[in-house]
């Protein structure tokens, strides 16, 4: 019988209802937008159902799933701009206890990545009122894979607030000259469940006016939190439409958002047969078995037999 390719394995937070899952399924999406008379392109997205499978995976405590939630929301909003077989990613380097994070997104609105030190919270200042003390030092780079052009772009700013929506809207604005705002929310219940997420970002138009700008950004910082909003069963189109009435938002398409890796048992195969050869003898060897690879992007393992590797030494 023929073996079949492993895939990505998501941790079941629905206790096995498939109605639970797809409704909350079909309400993460990310919906796209503009306004003030095509001076302003934006994205909202609504992404609760993704922040908890990731943190399911990732068997993150609560301040580490704020971080890297923070990050996916980020990445699923800069699908919006993306086209083809475009996709994105946020890598952080920094020098406190986070160590950093890399995410990616691609243009299906599907969304990956992991922490560097997936316990920071309990190595950092304890009575940290923000965020920035588990950042400290470090880099923000963006990279574009653009399926037109032959090699990514990528930007790169210095760490300036400790915060991923205003380290982002400094990149953008540093390294792409495109002034940008970003809202990221995770919003936990008493019982350190997350039970809304999303987030917002604006970014200005070629020959935007300046008073037109100042006054959605004015707006973006009146919106209470998004993550409690979507809690609470508002839609992100209604968000939008009440927040920016007066700028006349006009929605243009919308597309689903998902904590989704394409990681394979093939490819992780492949790693692992790539090895030296006197390597694979010597895991042949000593073992242990099985094997495991484990996927950074999703938490996914992967076994490997004694036999697997004999056929890879062959």
Known sequence: ????????????????????????????????????????????????????EMRANHQLGGVETLVLGQAYIAGALLTANLKAKDRVSIN??????LKGLDVEANVFGEVRGFLKNPIFSTEGNQEATTLSPFFGAGFLTVTKYLEEARQPYAGQVVLEYGSIAEDLANYFLTSEQTPSAFNLSVHFNSRGDVIGAGGLFLQAMPGVEEGVLDDAQEMLRKIPS?????ADTVEPEAIVKEQFHSLMPVFLGNHRVEFFCRCTEEAMRGHLASLPQDDLVEIRGNGPFPVEL?????????NFTKSDIETMIR
Do not use: W
């Open 1 to 52: 019988m023929e073996k079949k390719n492993q895939k990505m394995i998501k941790k079941d937070i629905f206790e096995g209802s498939i109605k639970d899952q797809l409704r909350a399924s079909a309400q993460d999406r990310l919906y796209r937008f503009m306004m003030a008379d095509g001076m302003i392109r934006g994205a909202v997205v609504k992404s609760t159902r993704m922040i908890n």
């Open 92 to 97: 952080i380097q920094c020098s406190g206890p």
């Open 226 to 230: 998004l993550g409690e909003a979507f």
């Open 294 to 302: 484990r996927c950074h992007n999703c938490n996914t393992v992967y």
